[in-house]
């Protein structure tokens, strides 16, 4: 059993920045993908960034490349998502997941999920 809680959403200003994290605990290890993934009012769950504990990290949303970047503090199995350069359309609800299994953790099918946390990014 993993539990997720993530945690550093809120409200800023386009061009703003916001660090996101996903406290993991439980039976989390090296064999898991976690990763970030949003969703916005009237619109379907889309991954944004992905972490293989057991290697790094895996990829980005083409819509994030550049302004986000995915990290790991492995020694308290917490994982970040620094957040630069925010724009309106990433408003969203923002959720951790966790899988040991890639292709169902990469199409948003993770057996983990934590609560989400809300960013707001206003014009």
């Known amino acids: 059993q993993v539990h997720l809680l993530e945690s550093g959403g809120g409200s800023v200003q386009t061009g703003g920045s916001l660090r996101l994290s996903c406290a993991a605990s439980g039976d989390i290890n090296s064999r898991y993908y976690m990763g970030w993934f949003r969703q916005a009012p009237g619109k379907e769950r889309e991954g944004v960034a992905h972490?293989?504990?057991?290697?790094?990290?895996?990829g980005y949303a083409e819509s994030v490349k550049g302004r986000f970047t995915i990290s790991q503090d492995n020694t308290k199995n917490i994982l970040f998502l620094q957040m630069n350069s925010l724009k309106p359309e990433d408003t969203a609800m923002y959720y951790c997941?966790?899988?040991?299994?890639?292709?169902?953790?990469?199409?948003?099918?993770?057996?983990?999920w934590g609560q989400g946390t809300q960013v707001t990014v206003s014009e």
């Open positions: 972490f293989y504990i057991g290697g790094g990290v895996v």
């Open positions: 997941a966790a899988d040991t299994v890639y292709s169902d953790y990469i199409h948003g099918a993770s057996r983990y």
